[in-house]
């Protein structure tokens, strides 16, 4: 029993998950507070904390409460709460399909090596483009560290964030999926076409959980 480990935690809730491979699962999403970026076009400025203090055992029961199989760790950055990995190891041990979002600013080799025998668990790492004005902290060697099974999102604003995007993938060949996410708002077609004159091998993803309900929070 972790009585003792506690972390902030943002919201815990229900949803459609709307970004990347898993996209369209009925999925718990536990959003943990703090985030050491400041993206131009964040759209979770409430999660920069401070959140609820709960044990991990508060948070299991409440995911345990929901009964589906996928949960998604995000924040914020989650990487940052040191007990987060406790977290993971307690929710793939209990059965469930775990992807772990992450901003792209923290090194995530330990954490890849660390949960590498289970199958069930995935990270999803964004590299961020200048657009965003945080691209500089990025850590680039993690687009090596990915495995076939994570994924490597670009968030995407213009035809600079897109050009930024592309070298990154065609220097590093990353071995897993790569998402190409338009900034929300953006006009998406653009993005498709980019995409379709160059032949990258890169997937256009849309945020659906905001073309169903909106830009709003727990959605
Ligand atoms: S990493 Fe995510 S939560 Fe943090 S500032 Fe950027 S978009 Fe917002």
């Given at each position: ?8 935690i ?35 400025t ?12 508060d ?24 007990d ?54 990025m ?80 959605v």
């Amino acid at each position: 029993m972790c009585v003792f480990d506690t972390m902030e935690i943002c919201e815990i809730f229900y949803s459609i998950q709307g970004e990347g491979v898993w996209t369209g699962y009925p999925t718990v999403f536990v959003r943990l507070s703090g985030c050491n970026l400041r993206c131009r076009y964040c759209d979770t400025t409430y999660a920069y904390g401070p959140g609820e203090v709960m044990s991990i055992d508060d948070v299991m029961r409440r995911v345990d409460g929901f009964g589906v199989r996928y949960v998604c760790v995000t924040g914020g950055e989650p990487l940052l709460q040191e007990d987060t990995v406790l977290l993971i190891d307690r929710l793939l041990k209990r059965g469930y399909n775990v992807s772990l979002e992450t901003n792209g600013s923290i090194d995530i080799k330990s954490l890849i090596e660390r949960f590498k025998d289970f199958s069930t668990f995935t990270v999803s790492c964004d590299i961020k483009c200048p657009s965003s004005g945080m691209h500089d902290k990025m850590r680039l060697e993690n687009v090596g560290y990915l495995r076939k099974v994570d994924q490597l999102k670009f968030v995407v604003k213009d035809k600079e964030d897109y050009r930024y995007a592309k070298k990154i993938v065609e220097k590093g060949k990353p071995s897993c999926v790569v998402l190409f996410q338009p900034v929300w708002g953006e006009d998406p077609k653009q993005l498709a076409a980019w995409l379709l004159k160059d032949k990258l091998d890169a997937r256009l993803s849309l945020q659906i959980h905001k073309v169903l309900w909106g830009e709003k929070r727990g959605v």
